[in-house]
């Protein structure tokens, strides 16, 4: 007999991005918080991001489900729903990591600006930043946006898999258990 599998549905999936989210900015926005109002390392800025671009990939690789997936009873696998591999992995996770990756030289100018360098308020020196790096504004606006964009695709996949772009792309599905 051929086993049925479920595929995990908008809302589910929604919500474990949500969770996973939630996850990530309580790691990474005290240390940046930490980081950008004392030290001003761009070290330290290079570790945070390696931890939250590493976060989904790691734990899909490994586990096959992040934490907001395993509390949602989610499981990524590959299109033949076997387990999959930490390349497919990082590609499946490209269009969240570009985003960090891109904002890299941004921030290696702003640890390395004297104005910026004597700034210890977190708002204000977030503020100095868009106003002296427009594109990484542009940038986060365009994150958000493809990230709205790749939702919907779920709403929209016509083989009824609830696939993301990113799951088409790394040739992924995730399945409810």
């Known amino acids: 007999m051929e086993k049925v599998n479920k595929y995990g549905s908008w809302l589910n999936r929604l919500l474990a991005y949500v ?41 899909e690789f490994y586990y096959k489900k992040t934490i907001g997936k395993h509390f949602l009873k989610l499981t990524v696998v590959s299109i033949n729903f076997n387990s999959i591999g930490i390349g497919q ?44 790096y427009p594109l990484q504004g542009i940038i986060s606006s365009l994150t958000f946006l493809f990230i709205v964009v790749d939702f919907l695709f779920l709403l929209f996949d016509g083989k009824k898999k609830n696939r993301t772009l990113h799951d088409i792309f790394a040739k992924t599905v995730v399945l409810q258990s």
């Open 19 to 59: 969770i996973d989210i939630i996850i990530i900015t309580i790691v990474v926005m005290p240390l940046n918080y930490l980081n950008i109002t004392g030290k001003k390392s761009f070290i330290l800025y290079l570790l945070i991001t390696l931890i939250s671009i590493s976060y989904k990939p790691l734990l």
């Open 89 to 132: 992995s990082y590609l499946r996770n490209v269009f969240f990591i570009l985003p960090s990756l891109l904002s890299i030289p941004f921030y290696y100018l702003a640890f390395n600006d004297p104005i910026l360098l004597d700034v210890n308020d977190f708002k204000y020196f977030a503020s100095l930043m868009s106003s002296k």
